[in-house]
């Protein structure tokens, strides 16, 4: 081979390592690098001492566990994925209205239950966003509410990297 084709060759090398490294490096941390969220102090409520857990940290734990072993591998909270991005879906179902007796949260719920259950009573948002990916969404019919609202809050409040009171 000669030099200037060698050459080639070992940059085009060099930058496939470059991209690799970056594409495992984004994968492993992509909510651990924001800037934390600054919430304004209020005079009326006294500070919680650091070691103290409050329910929306614990609530915010237990969010980021089942997020990271349910939702992670097709979902980010800020950028859209295999699946979009999440942060602001809980409002997005919320306007997408009420329909059949249910609301959009109920509806959102249900869609991450089991999507085919929203799709198949034709609600309208349900079925404008089915065909997102060539993917599937997963069903999680064993999440319960709760667990539903933990992942929502962490969701939410991922923007920080920390536990933040929700209102």
Same mark, same amino acid.
């Given at each position: 081979?000669?030099?200037?084709?060698?050459?080639?060759?070992?940059?085009?090398?060099?930058?496939? !390592?470059?991209?690799?490294?970056?594409?495992?490096?984004?994968?492993?941390?992509?909510?651990?690098?924001?800037?934390?969220?600054?919430?304004?102090?209020?005079?009326?409520?006294?500070?919680?001492?650091?070691?103290?857990?409050?329910?929306?940290?614990? &609530?915010?734990? =237990?969010? /980021?566990?089942? !997020? /990271?072993?349910?939702?992670?591998?097709? =979902?980010? @909270?800020?950028?859209?994925?295999?699946? @979009?991005?999440?942060?602001?879906?809980?409002?997005?179902?919320? %306007?997408?209205?009420? +329909?059949?007796?249910?609301?959009?949260?109920?509806?959102?719920?249900?869609?991450?239950?089991?999507? =085919?259950?929203?799709?198949?009573?034709? +609600? @309208? +948002?349900?079925?404008?966003? &089915?065909?997102?990916?060539?993917?599937?969404?997963?069903? !999680?019919?064993?999440?319960?509410?709760? %667990?539903? %609202?933990?992942?929502?809050?962490?969701?939410?409040?991922? &923007?920080?990297?920390?536990?933040?009171?929700? =209102?």
């Amino acid at each position: 081979m000669n030099q200037p084709n060698r050459q080639r060759a070992e940059l085009a090398v060099i930058v496939l !390592f470059i991209i690799i490294i970056s594409i495992l490096v984004w994968n492993i941390t992509p909510y651990t690098s924001m800037p934390p969220r600054v919430e304004p102090v209020t005079e009326s409520a006294p500070s919680p001492s650091p070691t103290a857990k409050t329910p929306a940290d614990e &609530q915010w734990k =237990h969010g /980021k566990e089942l !997020f /990271k072993s349910n939702c992670a591998s097709c =979902h980010n @909270p800020k950028v859209a994925q295999t699946g @979009p991005a999440l942060m602001g879906v809980a409002r997005r179902w919320e %306007d997408a209205g009420s +329909y059949q007796g249910k609301t959009g949260k109920q509806w959102l719920y249900a869609w991450i239950k089991d999507w =085919h259950e929203p799709v198949g009573a034709k +609600y @309208p +948002y349900a079925v404008t966003i &089915q065909n997102y990916s060539p993917s599937e969404m997963n069903m !999680f019919p064993t999440l319960k509410d709760e %667990d539903i %609202d933990a992942i929502l809050h962490y969701v939410e409040a991922s &923007q920080a990297g920390q536990p933040v009171a929700m =209102h």
